[in-house]
């Protein structure tokens, strides 16, 4: 983040240019961060409850793998495609409302003025101070459209990230972190390569909390538990319902 200096004070128009540029990308980059840190969390506790639940009911590496492998390529196409079509389709819902705004602007500029004014009283403006950077800013159409669809709708018109640049972070972090939790299964038998699979996701949890909380100013401690307890519960939950699967498809009459 650029910082102000003596030779550079706020009123310079170079500066504010530059540092209002830094702001765009830092904002713009919270998309990409959020889809790793999904992609990140999904991939460890997912794939680990899938494969402490198999090495629980059946006590074999080959079985372990077939279902963790299979289990990880259906979440990565799955996910990818997922968040490729919701991405998709949120933009195309975004760019319809902003062509009701610009149409508004077009052939209703009077009214679209009107409420951008009661939009800033809203927000804390006087009724005479509104209607006056109401007035100004309707002076050129496509500010007013900017600042409209900005207001009333909280989009922006710039469409930002591409659906498929998402989905690829998504997918991609997804695929890397599941290694975590199934790659001691090819190393180890299996009873060692679950404590193994467990030590390894915690690890890996932990640390990706330690980097969020730099993104959010938290205690790295804190956000490194606060994700390490979701490995926990995904551990928890495979190894028991792993240990009691055989029985009750043994009740079930299934083998």
């Known amino acids: 983040m650029r910082e102000p200096t003596v030779e550079r004070p706020f009123h310079d128009r170079t500066w504010l240019e530059a540092h209002l540029?830094?702001?765009?990308?830092?904002?713009?980059l919270l998309a990409e961060v959020r889809e790793t840190i999904f992609g990140l969390q999904d991939g460890v506790t997912s794939i680990l409850a899938v494969v402490s639940t198999v090495a629980a009911a059946s006590n074999d590496s080959y079985t372990v793998l077939i279902s963790g492998i299979a289990a990880t390529l259906a979440e990565v196409f799955s996910m990818g495609a997922g968040e490729y079509m919701s991405s998709k389709s949120q933009r195309e819902i975004f760019d319809a409302q902003i062509g009701v705004e610009r149409a508004e602007v077009a052939e209703r500029p009077g009214e679209a003025e009107a409420e951008l004014a009661l939009l800033f009283e809203r927000e804390g403006l006087a009724e005479d101070a509104a209607r006056r950077v109401a007035a100004e800013i309707a002076r050129d159409p496509n500010?007013?459209?900017r600042t409209m669809v900005e207001k009333e709708l909280g989009v922006t018109i710039e469409p930002g990230g591409s659906p498929l640049q998402g989905a690829l972070i998504l997918a991609g972090s997804f695929l890397a972190a599941a290694l975590?939790?199934?790659?001691?299964?090819?190393?180890?038998?299996?009873?060692?390569?679950?404590?193994?699979?467990?030590?390894?996701?915690?690890?890996?949890?932990f640390a990706v909390g330690v980097w969020k909380s730099r993104l959010t100013k938290r205690n790295p401690i804190a956000s490194g538990l606060e994700i390490l307890v979701l490995v926990a519960g995904a551990a928890i939950a495979g190894s028991f319902f792993g240990s009691i699967l055989p029985g009750l498809l043994g009740v079930a009459g299934i083998k």
């Open 143 to 145: 500010v007013l459209l």
């Open 180 to 205: 975590f939790p199934l790659v001691p299964y090819f190393f180890f038998p299996v009873h060692s390569a679950l404590w193994v699979s467990i030590g390894l996701s915690a690890v890996a949890m």
């Open 21 to 28: 540029d830094d702001e765009r990308k830092g904002a713009d």
